[in-house]
């Protein structure tokens, strides 16, 4: 019976998430999406929150699946399973299995889920051959807009990729769900889309020719030194890159505008290189290249920080970040110096975020509302010593009382759920 109260605190827990979810309630705490935010508050895997995520958005759209849970008769990983191929049209067949059945039968159940009808396999094979296309091009905005067909086997093979950037960036220990394929999980593929580029250009585009002939060109070695020709460059006037200079020149080497703030967030972890011109704009010299961040100070970096310094995030794949930029005189020390990723480096730039140091290298986080976040700034609410007896007695306020048959399996195989009901559950998947 406690197992189905349980079952229902859950499915209220869903609710609450599900509208703080539509109401974008994370981004006020800085966090790139709401399961991030989940797994920060409540201490769950990251993977699990997305799930809980996930579900709880698919829940508004199943009402018979959701009053069931809210009754305590199915489990959230019943409900995780159906929320994979449930639909208002077919929601009743799968709840009534779902019932009676364990979680590990409806889970089979989804696992078997198919649709559309066969086709001929040559012919398709050759309309997707023929239908494959990349476009790559600048908006009115100045983002770049990504719109292509690829085959099954590069597609899959892109995906594979985006998943494994994916991992690398986020840390990511579940499989693909639906939630991977939302607006969020755009966003994150966008940015393993960038590592997958740097990378590619770490590696090199490589000959696989042993030995060159009198016919053919020196193979290139894969080793990123040819990478130093396909640089993304951005010009940019020193005034633009103090906190009280007027903006003026920057932008891409095709032309494409970059905001002021964009600019300095660039400049702190990159290569410079300073160009002297006349008022005609003609370059009259040209410094050496140098590193805003030497590489002595990275390392020192990445063994004190070890990963994003903002709370709860902990990405290993960062910017370095200087809390007073280089360009307003600010030295690139340690004392000066934080690790953030792209996303939090992005918020204390362009987001109106403000980062300091309190006390001993403990970096402090403001956000544009004037409320700090640091870690160990949350603490969860303490609760009371019958905090069973309190859940208990809150679902049966709201009318909720389950017996200890409520949440169990009526049927213990698959040769034991009823022929009627077994079918029609057969036929909707």
Not at 63 to 92: C, I
Not at 162 to 184: H, I, K, P, Q, W
Not at 219 to 238: F, K, M, N
């Amino acid at each position: 019976m406690l197992s189905a109260h349980i079952h229902a605190a859950t499915h209220r827990l869903l609710a609450l998430l599900a509208e703080f979810d539509r109401l974008r309630g994370w981004e006020l705490e800085g966090q790139r999406s709401c399961a991030h935010w989940l797994a920060l508050r409540t201490g769950i895997d990251l993977g699990a929150a997305r799930e809980k995520v996930r579900a709880a958005r698919c829940l508004e759209h199943l009402p018979l699946t959701s009053a069931a849970m809210a009754r305590g008769e199915v489990s959230f990983s019943q409900v995780r399973a159906l929320t994979r191929v449930a639909e208002p049209e077919n929601e009743a067949a799968l709840l009534e299995l779902a019932r009676g059945a364990t979680t590990a039968q409806l889970e089979r159940m989804v696992r078997n889920y198919k649709k559309g009808s066969r086709e001929d396999d040559a012919t398709r094979d050759r309309e997707r051959r023929a239908s494959r296309m990349v476009s790559v091009f600048p908006d009115d905005d100045g983002m770049y807009v990504i719109r292509g067909r690829l085959t099954p086997e590069t597609g899959a093979l892109l995906m594979r990729a985006l998943e494994a950037a994916g991992d690398a960036l986020f840390r990511e220990r579940s499989a693909m769900t639906v939630e991977d394929r939302e607006r969020d999980a755009s966003q994150r593929r966008a940015d393993a889309l960038g590592l997958l580029a740097e990378r590619a250009f770490a590696a090199g585009f490589g000959s696989s020719m042993p030995d060159p002939t009198p016919d053919s060109p020196q193979p290139v070695p894969i080793s990123g030194t040819r990478a130093q020709r396909y640089q993304v460059v951005l010009h940019v006037d020193a005034a633009t890159l103090m906190a009280d200079g007027e903006p003026g020149r920057a932008e891409l080497e095709d032309g494409t505008h970059v905001s002021q703030e964009t600019s300095r967030r660039i400049a702190c972890d990159a290569s410079v290189v300073r160009l002297t011109s006349d008022r005609d704009g003609s370059v009259l010299d040209a410094g050496r290249k140098t590193r805003t961040i030497p590489p002595a100070v990275r390392r020192a970096l990445n063994v004190r920080d070890r990963g994003c310094r903002f709370p709860g995030c902990g990405l290993r794949f960062t910017d370095a970040h200087h809390v007073r930029h280089w360009a307003d005189g600010g030295p690139t020390s340690l004392s000066n110096c934080l690790l953030l990723c792209q996303h939090h480096h992005t918020l204390v730039h362009e987001g109106g975020w403000r980062v300091e140091w309190w006390g001993d290298a403990r970096p402090v986080f403001i956000d544009p509302r004037g409320q700090t976040h640091f870690d160990g700034g949350w603490n969860p609410p303490r609760l009371g010593e019958n905090a069973v007896d309190a859940l208990i007695a809150e679902n049966r306020s709201r009318g909720i009382t389950p017996d200890e048959w409520t949440a169990g399996a009526r049927w213990q195989s698959e040769r034991d759920i009823p022929a009627a009901i077994y079918f029609r559950a057969c036929e909707v998947t």
